[in-house]
């Protein structure tokens, strides 16, 4: 997990979670600061299965105060590796929210065209999208709010930007 803050900016470092284990399931601990103090802990409940990852986001805190119960979220990514262990494909879906909230993006990362493809589906309608090489979808919260953010190419660079 990394984090980003649109306001004073966080560390570039990964951030590791605390791990606690329940009954098929770990629960996953984040604690994510931006360079003003403020703190963001998310927890996420992960489900792991060979080549297959399972999440949901169930709590969220702002600077040490109460929990917030998150909007409705589902993540999977599903992973195949070459013979040489190198990935072969990657399948991502993350959903947040529910009725006219309802965000989902799926996107498969094929090696051989090493290409991204990517369907974003929520209000505003249903598009696709298709990204050079690996593109890694994100989680991001916005006041509270759960939102898959897409890699975008900026037209002046190759560099890849987020855009919800």
């Known amino acids: 997990m990394f984090g980003t803050d649109a306001g004073s900016g966080t560390s570039a470092a990964a951030i590791v979670p605390t791990v606690g284990v329940g009954p098929g399931r770990e629960r996953r601990t984040y604690r994510v600061l931006d ?36 909007p409705r979220s589902d993540l ?22 529910v009725g006219p909230d309802r965000q989902e993006v799926d996107a498969r990362f094929d090696a051989r065209s090493d290409t991204t493809e990517i369907k974003v589906k929520g209000s505003a309608g249903e598009h696709r999208i298709s990204r050079p090489g ?12 759960l939102i898959a953010q897409v890699p975008k190419l900026a037209a002046a660079t190759a560099s890849p930007q987020l855009v919800e």
């Open 35 to 70: 360079n003003a103090g403020n703190a963001l802990e998310i927890v996420i409940s992960v489900e792991r299965d060979g080549h297959e990852v399972h999440a949901t986001v169930i709590a969220l805190r702002y600077n040490g105060g109460e929990s917030l119960a998150p």
């Open 76 to 97: 999977a990514f599903e992973w195949a590796l070459a013979a040489d262990a190198t990935l072969r494909s990657l399948e991502q879906r993350i959903a947040t929210g």
């Open 134 to 145: 690996l593109a890694l979808i994100r989680l991001g919260t916005d006041r509270g709010v």
